[in-house]
């Protein structure tokens, strides 16, 4: 079984400031990980993904997350936050084991917030 | 490309009614996923099939819920009799088959209120 925990339900930055949104997952299998944002009244919109390839993974938007499974990690960055990153985003995972077949578990979700 | 369609997008109706739900997903895909979404609970993943067939409804959460994927272009999530506390917004989700990594597409819900 895999989960998600993804630290901090709000986050506030500055507009030009540096988003971290931080996801850490459980799986006992090697696992894909993603992370998706949300708009409001709107569906769930992919930003990047991890499967097992280059463990420092570039998105849309100017998004990227590095997988570090040490510390069973998969953080999303962003060097400088705008107005428009105002969303939900959310972090899942599902085992590669399943040829990603299994459905995702996601995390509760991280509010961004950006203060003008 | 025509991505994964949902309707209705909003359901207003009172406890005790029927309820259903419909998705098209995208064209070629072999996998269908239900969600709900609460505040309290998040998303969860309610079942799923492949190729038309139910693989996987553990997270169905009671009786009163039913899906169907009658042929690969259409699924309907149906609820009977409704209650307040299944007040949700409900996604479907598709995904290819081969070569596939995991990555849902969403339709953009169906938020449904039980008065």
């Known amino acids: 079984a895999q989960s998600v925990t993804q630290l901090g339900s709000h986050v506030s930055v500055s507009e030009g400031a540096l988003v971290l949104l931080r996801c850490n997952y459980s799986?006992?299998?090697?696992?894909?990980l993603f992370w998706y944002v949300q708009y409001p009244n709107q569906g769930l919109q992919l930003l990047l993904k991890?499967?097992?390839?280059?463990?420092l993974v570039k998105g849309i938007n100017g998004f990227e997350a590095e997988f570090k499974k040490s510390e069973t990690s998969f953080h999303l960055t962003k060097p400088s936050a705008h107005m428009s990153d105002a969303a939900e985003y959310f972090c899942a995972v599902t085992s590669s084991s399943g040829g990603g077949a299994d459905g995702l578990t996601f995390g509760k979700g991280t509010h961004l917030i950006i203060q003008p | 490309d025509a991505g994964v369609i949902q309707s209705p997008r909003h359901e207003v109706t009172e406890m005790g009614q029927e309820v259903t739900l419909r998705c098209k997903p995208i064209?070629?895909?072999?996998?269908l996923f239900w969600y709900r979404q609460t505040m309290m609970r998040g998303l969860e993943l309610l079942i799923y099939?492949?190729?038309?067939?139910?693989?996987?409804d553990s997270g169905m959460p009671e009786d009163r819920f039913s899906a169907k994927m009658p042929n690969a272009s259409f699924s309907t999530l149906k609820i009977q009799p409704s209650e307040p506390r299944d007040s949700a917004v409900y996604f479907c989700?598709?995904?290819?088959?081969?070569?596939?990594?995991?990555?849902?597409?969403f339709g953009e819900g169906s938020r449904l209120t039980v008065l």
């Open positions: 064209s070629g895909h072999d996998y």
């Open positions: 799986s006992s299998v090697p696992p894909y």
């Open positions: 991890y499967t097992s390839a280059a463990t």
């Open positions: 099939f492949n190729n038309n067939v139910p693989i996987d």
């Open positions: 989700a598709s995904s290819p088959g081969v070569g596939n990594t995991g990555e849902l597409f």
